[in-house]
Structures are given as C-alpha cells and as structure tokens.
C-alpha cells in the first residue's frame, strides 16, 4: 500500500504518481498534489490535495540555512577529538576519513536529489523507502516510520549547547548540563510549537549568525597556516600512529561515523519538500553548495586543531576540544568565553533546525495513521504549528537525556547510535534506488545520481554495518547500555515486530484486514485512520 491515497465512493486509490479517472474526470496526482485535468470542471471534494498548508514558503536562502544549520552543529566543535583518537593519531588516516565523508555526503545527496525528483514531496526517506519496498505490504512503512519517531531527537546537539554554555558562565562542575540541555529544548518546542513563522524567523537569524561562525573558523584556520608557530603537524608525523594507540576495524567504522555525523543534515531537508519553492531547481543549487561550504569550514577548523593541540590535548579535551582550542590560541576571555559564545549559537541553530524537521517528519508518520493517537498527534495546533509532533520529540529526547550517564562517553555513544541506525536505513535508500529505477525503467528522472556514487554508498554501509561488531566491544558501551550498534539494530527489530503484530500477525489470526480511510482534519491536514474490515 502506497502512503498518499485518494478516497471515493469507498474506494481507495493509491498514489502512483500518474493520472486516474474519478466520477468521470481525469485527474493527475503528479507531484505530489491532485489536480483536475478534464475542462470546465471543478475538482470534486473526493479527490484530496497533499500540500501541507504552509504552503510553499522556503526559497534557496532558506533551504542553505537548513542544511547548514542543520551540518554545522556540534559535531565539528565536539567530534574530531574521538575521531582523531580512534584514528590512532593518524593524521593521513584522519585527513582521509573527512575526505570519504564528504564524498559519501555528496553521494548521499544526489541519491536523495534523484528520489526527490521522482518523489517531490514532504517525507524524504521515509516515502523513498516505502516506493522502493512495497513487500511485504507495509512492512517498511510501518517500521522505519516508528523507527523515526523513536529515534527523533536533539539529544547531542543539547548537550554541547549545555556543556559550551556552561564553560562560558564559568562553572567547571557539568553536572547541571542536563537541566541547561532539557531547558533548551523546552524553548525552542514552545517557539516552534506556537508560530512557525516566527520559529522560522529566528531560525533564519541564527542561520545567518551561523555563516559568520563559518567565516570566524575558516579565519581561524588561515591564522594557525599562516602565523601561529607549532611542531605538532610536520610530514614525518603523517603516517605515524600517536599515544601508544593502534585501528582496528571497529575503531576506523566509529571514527568514519563521527565524521559523517557532521555532515548529517544533507539527508533531512527533503523532509520539508512540500514546503520547498520549485524544489528540484532550489535543492540542486542550495544541497551541493551547502555541502562544499561545511567542508571547507571543516578543514580549516580539523587543521587548526592539529597544529595547535598535542595528541594527549585532543583526547583528553573530548566534547570540549572547540573550547580547548580557542582558548589555547586567544586566551581566557576573548577565546574561552566569546569564540565558545559564537558555538552556543551555532548549536542552538542546529537544534532549532533538527526539531523542526524532525516535528515534520513525526507529522508526516502520524498522517498514515501507523501509530496509535495519530489523528491527535498529527494537527497543527495551535495556531497552524505542529506542537503535538514536536512535543514527541521533545519528550523523546528529555527522556534520553535523563537517563544516560551524566559524563563519560554519553556524547559519543550518541552520535554512533544515531549514525549506526542512520547508516542502516542510508543503505536500504542506496539499494532500494536501483530497485525504484527498475520499477520506472521507462522514464528519465529530472535529477540523476551516478551509479558509481550509489554503489559507493551500499559498499560503504556494509563495512560500516559490520565493522563495530569486530574488536573490543567494551569501547562501544557507556555505563549499563549495550554496544551501540546492538541498541541501534534493537530499536529496528522492535520496530518491525510492531508492524508484524499489529498489521500482520494479529489481523490474520482475528480474521480482519486494516483498511485504509482518509479524513480531512478542521486544520486542512489528511490523515489515515485505519479501521477493521472482518471477512464474511
């Protein structure tokens, strides 16, 4: 079953992106919305229309501030210290694993562009992997759509906004970061939640102070290059390993997946495709640029961290390498406080972007009706803002925070939890593009991935999904939890056994089938209510 339908006279009608006959007329359902297409003849109330009613409202600015926000968070300012250790304090090895990131982002990107081409509405991932996968029927529906609602949070990007902020106040006891991490959450939900176009508005502001982040770091690598005096980066040292420290197969996948952590973003913009003006023309030009603008960001702020910081600095700074950083090059006050003030920023922008995405994505789950409470959590309330999706985020991520160990490795363990699963689910949309192509074997898309990219991607999944299975496991844990792959393939199976139960197993043995019924809500919003059809 497809995930957009139209409902008349009880039938159902699924959405193939081609044009159907209803009560005589002829209408198109391609991109993404209905239109009628017979002359002198009004679309009747039956046949629905998909737009959100936002409407279209982010041009090409708009849309680079949600990838950049949305890459430049964090993880350039808290994860080069664990990628650089895990690297063994390879330089080469961790120029290279920034170098194929960026490559697999870009690859990444351009499998995206093409689905969305295909697929030009609000979803991303979710609808491209439902299109690819129609066997067993719901069964990818219905799992990666509670596998993001289970993993929608903004935990990492709170917790550096807390740690940074606290740094800046002066307090060198962590322990209150939770509170300062939940506090900010709490925040931008309430903004979010009750005015999408003033959330937006601020969303664009930091956006906008973000960018002169961007060129504060790239300053700050041109001056460790050019005017600061260090013996920690010279050709003799490249291809040495550093600390007495060795790879392995697990330590290379979780340095590969902290690096790709910071482009994370690239991926979630076709969440809001419905509310993208002309957006495979504004995709194309703001995704690329986006991307080359975090890393040449990136390698400048990965440089000045290696001239400036000795290998036993790196690790023992940990998610607080930025600030090490800044305050070993423009002392106390102007590089402790004002460069970690201009972080505290940029992580705030970040998580305004991450729950706003995450807000339309929980939406566009709850539309299908997969989730019990669905035609609650799905309105836009009030005021045409999606406060009750955003609530499940915020929940979601006040609960992870509250339970983790308070110091330690929690941030890492994060941020390859959420890669793992990421990761998963990146080399499902890999494959299941070369199975979409066969499906449309006939027509051309607007926007193609090179087939080299996209193997690219499945061959780097693989190893990425295998890889932390090997080695010391001990490494992949923080205080009682599992290994995070293990917690990550966890959340997955869970998933799946809920749609084996509930929209398989139980049904079967009962003697129903779930039938799809659509409903317009006072907001505008259409939403599936599933109701039981019993066999005579």
């Known amino acids: ?124 991932r979710k609808n491209f992997l439902e299109q690819a996968y129609d066997k067993p029927a719901l069964m990818m529906n219905v799992s990666f759509a509670c596998y993001s609602v289970l993993t929608g949070i903004a935990i990492s990007n709170s917790i550096i906004f807390a740690k940074y902020l606290l740094v800046i106040l002066g307090y060198t006891n962590l322990d209150y970061s939770k509170f300062v991490s939940i506090a900010i959450i709490l925040v931008i939900i309430a903004i979010h939640g009750f005015s999408v176009k003033f959330g937006i508005k601020i969303q664009n502001f930091l956006g906008t102070l973000k960018f002169l982040l961007i060129f504060l ?188 160990p308070p110091e330690g490795g929690s941030f890492e363990y994060l941020v390859n939890m959420e890669g793992y699963g990421n990761q998963f689910f990146l080399f499902l949309t890999a494959v299941g593009l070369f199975i979409y192509r066969h499906k449309r074997k006939y027509e051309i898309p607007k926007i193609r991935c090179s087939s080299l990219g996209a193997i690219s991607m499945v061959l780097v999944s693989i190893y990425l999904l295998v890889a932390p299975f090997f080695g010391n496991q001990e490494l992949n844990r923080v205080g009682n939890f599992p290994s995070f792959q293990i917690t990550a393939l966890s959340i997955i199976i869970s998933c799946t056994s809920y749609w084996f139960l509930v929209f398989y197993a139980i049904p079967k043995v009962l003697g129903y089938k779930l039938v799809p019924v659509s409903e317009k809500l006072s907001d505008g919003m259409i939403i599936t209510s599933w109701i039981r059809s019993y066999e005579s």
């Open 1 to 124: 079953m497809e995930s957009d339908r139209l409902v008349d006279n009880q039938k159902t009608y699924n959405y193939l992106d081609e044009d159907v006959e209803i009560n005589g007329y002829l209408v198109s359902t391609k991109n993404g919305s209905y239109s009628c297409l017979s002359l002198n003849h009004e679309l009747s109330d039956t046949v629905i229309k998909t737009e959100v009613p936002q409407g279209r409202h982010l041009g090409v600015f708009s849309t680079m501030v949600l990838f950049v926000s949305r890459m430049v968070g964090s993880g350039i300012f808290a994860t080069p210290s664990s990628i650089f250790v895990s690297s063994g304090g390879n330089i080469l090895i961790f120029a290279l694993i920034w170098i194929v990131a960026t490559l697999l982002a870009y690859s990444g990107l351009y499998i995206f562009l093409e689905f969305g081409s295909w697929l030009p509405k609000s979803g991303g």
């Open 217 to 404: 770091m790239c300053l700050t690598g041109f001056y460790t290059i050019f005017f600061y005096k260090s013996d920690n980066i010279n050709f003799t040292h490249w291809t040495s390993y550093q600390g007495n420290t060795g790879i392995s197969y697990s330590s290379l996948a979780s340095a590969f997946i902290g690096a790709f952590y910071c482009f994370s973003g690239w991926d979630s913009v076709h969440v809001v495709s419905s509310e993208i003006k002309n957006p495979n023309r504004t995709l194309k030009l703001a995704g690329p640029l986006s991307i080359f603008i975090c890393f040449v960001c990136y390698a400048m702020m990965n440089f000045a961290y290696l001239k400036v910081l000795t290998f036993e600095e790196i690790k023992e700074a940990g998610p607080l390498i930025g600030s090490v950083l800044f305050k070993k090059l423009f002392g106390k006050n102007l590089g402790s406080r004002l460069m970690s003030l201009s972080i505290v920023l940029s992580t705030a922008s970040n998580i305004f972007v991450v729950l706003y995405g995450l807000s339309r994505m929980n939406q566009e789950v709850f539309r299908e009706g997969y989730v019990p409470f669905s035609n609650i959590l799905s309105r836009n309330w009030p005021n045409d803002a999606p406060l009750p999706s955003l609530m499940i985020c915020g929940t979601l991520t006040i609960l992870w925070l509250l339970i983790l």
